[in-house]
């Protein structure tokens, strides 16, 4: 198991930036944020690490031999847009562009590709289902084609009321991802696995492992916080901000020690990027990184011993 960085909470440093600090912290990972070059959608979006624009062998070969002399990997380009929103040319951009990651992807020799399946917030799962396959199906035909591994973080995205009552990712329980990895069998579809989701929708966190073990292709580092007081109070239909707040390891509900060693125990040898959404760390880059220093530090005893 490696432990790295996701890159999203370091937006304003320059690639190079990213990768110096991840070296100087021992990371030996980063996922790297792709997203267009434009005014940010949400909170953690449009971070651009690696501009997939117009990307060529040349730039690869720079960004692979800076890593080289920094001892440093990429653990996948990650891209978190909705895919199945309502307006079909607006979705048609997210997928163009991931498109675009795919192939920066393999310039890179980066195998996987971190996203979201998306969702159209405003239908059920089976109204979504037709829909879904329409778009995912050749992405994953597409995908399969260059022998990129495209990983679906299990976030339901319901955190704003403009994402009421659905949330804008699908695949968010394990149920659900049943019927994803049958519906794509012979594709190389898993999951970016957070812990953390699970825990502010009342699920098993660790239980999911062991079935999904060879579909966990990467996996996030994240805690929370879940008021118990509050969700007596307002219940899970309530916007889940409401009653939890995203916390770094450590100072959240999760068991880490346990967690990782049920990781280890199911075989996971992928990388664990620390993900940071921690609104005590945010109010500098400074606190970001040390956000991110804090939570190895916490994080590292279990995945060593």
Known sequence: MKLGIQSAILDGMTFEEVIDFAAENDFECVEIMCWPVAKAERKYAGVTHIDVVDFTQEKANYINDYLKTRGVEISALGYYPNLLCPDPNEAQIYVDHLKKVIEASVLLGVNIVTTFIGNNWHKNIDDNWPRLIEVWQPLLEHAKSKNIK????NCAMFFTNDEWPAGKNIAYSPKIWRRLFAEFSCYDLGLNYDPSHLVWMQMDYK????????RIFHAHAKDVSVDTN??????????????HCPRIPGRGDIDWKSYISKMKDVGFDG??????????????IEMCKQALIDSANYLRPFIKG
């Open 207 to 214: 239980k999911p492992l062991s079935e999904f073990k060879d």
């Open 230 to 243: 509050k969700l007596d109070d307002v219940g899970t239909m309530a916007n889940p901000l409401e009653y």
């Open 150 to 153: 495209i990983s679906i973080e």
């Open 271 to 284: 990388a664990l990027c620390i993900e940071v959404e921690d609104d005590g760390y945010k109010d500098s």
